[in-house]
C-alpha cells in the first residue's frame, strides 16, 4: 500500500510562509489537515485531482493554497501570514471516492489514507 510521507513542516516567525509536500499517485481527492493536542482533526483545504478544483476552511482562505500537480504526483500546501494559531501537525490525506457531496471532502471521514503528519511550530 502505498505510504503518504509529508515534507515541509519546521518553525516559522509569525507572518512567515511555509510550504509543505506529499506525494501520491492515487486519483480522487487529497486534502490537508491539521490538528491540535485535544482537539478534532479539521480540514484545512481538499482538491479534485480531476479537475483540480479546490476548497478551503475559512481560516485557510487567502491565506493557503493546495496545489496538485499530477505530472509530478505531489501535493502541496503553500502557507502565507502565519499565526500562532497555525501551529498544528498537518496531515496529508487522500480518499479514492468519485464525488464529494457539500463539504464532505473537508471531513477527515472522507479519507482513507492518511500520513503521519508533519509539525509546524509558528512562533510569536
Known amino acids: 500500500q502505498e505510504q503518504l510521507v509529508e515534507s515541509g513542516g519546521g518553525i516559522v516567525q509569525t507572518g512567515g510562509s511555509m510550504t509543505l509536500s506529499c506525494r501520491s499517485s492515487?486519483?480522487?481527492?487529497m486534502a490537508w489537515f491539521r490538528q491540535t493536542p485535544g482537539q478534532e482533526r479539521e480540514g484545512v483545504a481538499a482538491?479534485?485531482?480531476?479537475?483540480?478544483?479546490?476548497g478551503y476552511a475559512d481560516f485557510a482562505k487567502g491565506r493557503f493554497t493546495i496545489i496538485r500537480d499530477n505530472a509530478r504526483r505531489t501535493l502541496r500546501l503553500q502557507m502565507n501570514n502565519l499565526v500562532p494559531e497555525d501551529t498544528a501537525i498537518y496531515y496529508c490525506a487522500t480518499s479514492s471516492r468519485a464525488f464529494s457531496i457539500g463539504g464532505e471532502w473537508l471531513t477527515p471521514s472522507f479519507y482513507d489514507h492518511w500520513g503521519q503528519g508533519t509539525q509546524v511550530t509558528v512562533s510569536s
Open positions: 482538491i479534485a485531482t480531476s479537475n483540480l478544483a479546490t
Open positions: 492515487r486519483s480522487g481527492y
